[in-house]
C-alpha cells in the first residue's frame, strides 16, 4: 500500500485533512483513489436505506390518463351514436324515400313520446277498470253464493207446501168422510130421491112419498146445500138426501 495513503488512516496526516488539504500524491494515485470508492460504497451499503417519496404524478402520466379518458369518451360517444342512429332508422322515410333528418326525428321522438304517455295513461286507466272489474267479480260470487242459498231454502219451502198440500188433501177426504157420517148421526135415518123434469124443493116436499108438505123443503135444503149446484134450480138426475124425522121427535140442521 502507498506510504502516504497508510499515513492517512494512521492519523499522521489528520490534522491536514481537517484543515482541508490534500496530499497531491494521494490524489494522484489510481489506486488510492479506487480504494477509497469501494470504502465510501461499503459505508453506504451499510447505512440505512433511503426512502424515495412519492410526489405528483409527471406529465407522462397525466397524458396516459387523459389518454385513457379520451378513449372511454370515444367509447361512449360511438355507443349513443349507434343508438341514435338505429332510432333514425326505425322511422319511416318520406314519399320520396329520403332518409329522416335529425329534426324530423325528433318530431317523431316528440309523437312518440305524447303516445308513450297516452299508452302509460290508458294502462292506468285499465289498471283501475280491473280492480273495479274484480270487485264486482267478488260481489257477483257474493251474490251467487247468497242466491244458491235462497234456492236451497226455497227447495225446502216448496218441500214443505207440497207436503202440507198432501196432508191438507188427506184431511180434505177425511173430513168429507166425517162430514158424511156426521149428516148421518144428525139426520138419522134418510133416504135418496132422484130429481125429475120440472120438479123443485116444494113439490118434491109436497109428494105424498116424501113429507106429502111442501113447508118442508127447508129440511132438503138444509140437507143437500152441498150436494146440488143451484137447490132453486134442480136439474133432472140429481140425487137429493131426504132425512127422515128422529126417532126422539126432535130435529135439528
Request: proline fraction near 5%.
Amino acid at each position: 500500500m502507498n506510504t502516504g495513503f497508510s499515513a492517512i488512516f494512521r492519523g499522521e496526516e489528520s490534522n491536514r485533512f481537517r484543515k482541508g488539504s490534500v496530499n497531491a500524491d494521494l490524489c494522484r494515485n489510481p489506486v488510492c483513489i479506487v480504494y477509497a470508492v469501494l470504502l465510501l460504497s461499503g459505508s453506504n451499503l451499510c447505512a440505512a436505506p433511503v426512502e424515495v417519496s412519492i410526489g405528483a404524478p409527471s406529465r407522462l402520466q397525466t397524458l396516459e390518463r387523459k389518454a385513457s379518458e379520451y378513449e372511454r369518451y370515444k367509447e361512449q360517444y360511438q355507443e349513443i351514436q349507434e343508438m341514435f342512429d338505429n332510432m333514425l332508422a326505425l322511422l319511416p322515410a318520406d314519399d320520396e324515400g329520403a332518409v329522416p333528418t335529425p329534426e324530423a326525428g325528433y318530431g317523431m321522438l316528440s309523437d312518440l313520446l305524447e303516445k308513450a304517455n297516452q299508452a302509460e295513461s290508458l294502462s292506468r286507466e285499465l289498471k283501475n277498470l280491473q280492480k273495479k272489474s274484480r270487485f264486482i267479480q267478488r260481489q257477483c260470487d257474493a251474490l251467487k253464493e247468497e242466491n244458491e242459498g235462497m234456492k236451497a231454502v226455497l227447495v225446502q219451502q216448496e218441500e214443505k207446501i207440497r207436503s202440507l198440500k198432501a196432508e191438507t188433501e188427506k184431511w180434505k177426504a177425511e173430513s168429507e168422510g166425517l162430514r158424511e157420517t156426521i149428516e148421518r148421526l144428525l139426520l138419522g135415518e134418510f133416504e135418496y130421491y132422484e130429481v125429475k123434469e120440472g120438479e123443485t124443493l116444494q113439490s118434491i116436499a109436497a109428494n105424498p112419498l116424501v113429507y106429502g108438505d111442501p113447508s118442508r123443503a127447508a129440511w132438503l135444503r138444509q140437507a143437500n146445500w152441498r150436494r146440488v149446484e143451484n137447490p132453486d134450480v134442480l136439474s133432472p138426475g140429481e140425487v137429493l138426501i131426504v132425512p127422515r124425522f128422529p126417532r126422539n121427535g126432535s130435529y135439528e140442521f
